[in-house]
């Protein structure tokens, strides 16, 4: 039997992580994987997972039955052990910055629209800040996108609105194209 004093002196050479810390590591690539889940075949491919990892993670996006799907989390979790998650994370990370990027253009490109339904000064606003812009279209497209307003709910048809937002849009993109459009190739990689 071994005394209070070696069983003290033996506790001190552990150097490695508790076994929570290990559990929190293992719950984090669980996660992970269940973020990779969401990004299509043309994010992954790139990444160059290990085939196993890439078939778990096709099977797992299969998976309808709520225990079935967490207990292969839980295999996703540990084959994730044997890759770095650094890259993993940062194209995660890549992919829903896109979604906000372009969910902040939609929102700006919505505002502009209701300013322009709104004010008349907000037209030469936006005609300075887009400079070579159709003004003839843009000002038809207002006054069609007005008249639609003031009309009985159920006789409204929409498609000034609709096409107004569209002009702004194109307008917002021609101005200030993007760096790294958000859904660069999603479809492109399905030919390989």
């Known amino acids: 039997m071994r005394t209070q004093e070696e069983t003290n002196a033996g506790d001190d050479d552990f150097d490695g992580p508790s076994k929570s810390q290990?559990?929190?590591?293992m719950t984090d690539l669980q996660v992970l994987g269940k973020e990779?889940?969401?990004?299509?075949?043309?994010?992954?491919?790139p990444l160059n997972l290990p085939e196993i990892l890439a078939d778990a993670l096709k099977d797992a996006k299969k998976i309808t039955a709520h225990e079935?799907?967490?207990r292969q989390m839980q295999y996703i979790g540990k084959l994730m052990r044997r890759v770095d998650p650094e890259p993993l994370r940062q194209a995660v990370a890549d992919f829903k910055l896109g979604f906000a990027k372009d969910s902040l253009?939609?929102?700006?490109?919505?505002?502009w629209r209701e300013r322009l339904?709104?004010?008349?000064?907000?037209?030469?606003?936006?005609?300075?800040?887009?400079?070579?812009?159709?003004?003839?279209?843009?000002?038809s497209l207002v006054r069609a996108a007005r008249k639609d307003a003031v009309l009985?709910?159920?006789?409204r048809s929409g498609r000034a609105f609709r096409d107004l937002?569209?002009?702004?849009?194109?307008?917002e993109l021609r101005v200030a194209p993007k760096a790294e459009p958000a859904h660069d190739g999603d479809g492109d990689d399905a030919d390989e």
């Open 36 to 45: 990779l889940m969401t990004l299509p075949a043309s994010r992954i491919a």
């Open 68 to 70: 079935g799907l967490r």
């Open 22 to 25: 290990l559990k929190r590591e």
């Open 165 to 171: 937002f569209q002009f702004i849009k194109t307008e």
């Open 152 to 155: 009985e709910p159920e006789k």
């Open 105 to 111: 253009a939609l929102h700006l490109s919505e505002r």
């Open 117 to 139: 339904l709104a004010d008349d000064a907000a037209m030469q606003d936006f005609i300075q800040e887009h400079e070579g812009i159709d003004v003839q279209q843009l000002r």
